[in-house]
Nanobody
């Protein structure tokens, strides 16, 4: 089992940057794939980015490619989402999630952090 706590959200102007953090509990953080999802008001939750256990492989939604970067520090049990060139359409609650390599689902979720981008 792993518990996740996000931080770093806030209000930023379009074109600005934010870095989100997701701190995980437990001694097996390095065995979990990690991902970021977001949910805007009135919309379904969508995938943003994913990172492998070692951090050597990443994947992004087309809408954030070239602007967002996911990374992790296994020594600190933390995964990050660096968000640059933010747009108003990036406004959402951002949540991190974890799953074991063999699991097709994302069973572990944080509570989310709000990101608001003003035009």
């Amino acid at each position: 089992q792993v518990q996740l706590v996000e931080s770093g959200g806030g209000l930023v102007q379009a074109g600005g940057s934010l870095r989100l953090s997701c701190a995980a509990s437990g001694r097996t953080f390095s065995s979990y794939l990690m991902a970021w999802f977001r949910q805007a008001p009135g919309k379904e939750r969508e995938f943003v980015a994913e990172i492998s256990q070692s951090g050597g492989k990443t994947d992004y939604a087309d809408s954030v490619k070239g602007r967002f970067a996911v990374s992790r520090d296994n020594a600190k049990n933390t995964v990050y989402l660096q968000m640059n060139s933010l747009k108003p359409e990036d406004t959402a609650v951002y949540s991190c999630a974890a799953r074991a390599g063999f699991d097709a689902r994302w069973p572990y979720w944080g509570q989310g952090t709000q990101v608001a981008v003003s035009s």
